[in-house]
């Protein structure tokens, strides 16, 4: 079962809710931010986007603290799967499950469109629907997207495999053009070393349906429905 943290000021919980549940046919459950801990049969935690706690002081800091929180980094301490989606990512960092930082877009603008990604790996538990170097269109919305990490942590993170998705253009190319917001080396997510986190500023959970502009955020979510079924 998928426990959808709901914290105060998100958003996008009940359209994650609603993708997992509806469109994917997997067990899905809202979770609110003060209980202590998740469901027992708790299989997959998914942290959405919105601007949790008003997003004072910065995007996802004061989130951190909830008392839900705790037992999430629990959970994956463990090796349980998490995903975070834009806020979901922005907390991660904060509660340090992910390496770097997610700060203002570099123009200062909030974006709202359609980005083009490529998948950098194609391993489970979140991409093992895709193939390596293929590209999905995803939407985003964020002001606070720009992905930073040090050169010393850029270094790291691209040797050890963990940049999942980038930012490219229409023929796969990383170009400065193809960076919506100015995150270092195009990141658009990236994964814990143990691989079972992972932080995305795209929205997979708004692009599930045709109806909805596309279906290429089945290759994400869907991924991870396999994964806890055991089918990969």
Known sequence: MFSV????????????HFAMKSVLGAPAKLVWHKDAALPADTAGVLIPGGFSYGDYLRAGAM???????????RFADNG?????ICNGF???CESGLLPGALVRNHHLHFVCEEVILRVEHARAPFTSRARQGQTLRIPIKHGEGAYHASPELLERIEA???VRLRYVDAAGEATPAANPNGSV????????????VLGLMPHP?????????GEDGRVVLGSLVDALAGSH
């Open 185 to 196: 080396a195009n990141i658009a997510g990236v994964t814990s070393e143990r691989g079972n």
């Open 160 to 162: 050890n495999g963990q």
């Open 205 to 213: 959970e708004h692009a599930v349906e045709a109806g909805l502009g």
């Open 5 to 16: 943290i709901q914290l105060p000021g998100s958003n996008d919980d009940r359209d994650l």
């Open 63 to 73: 989130a951190r603290f909830a008392p839900i929180l705790a037992d999430v980094k």
């Open 80 to 84: 349980g799967p998490v995903l975070g």
């Open 90 to 92: 922005q907390i991660l």
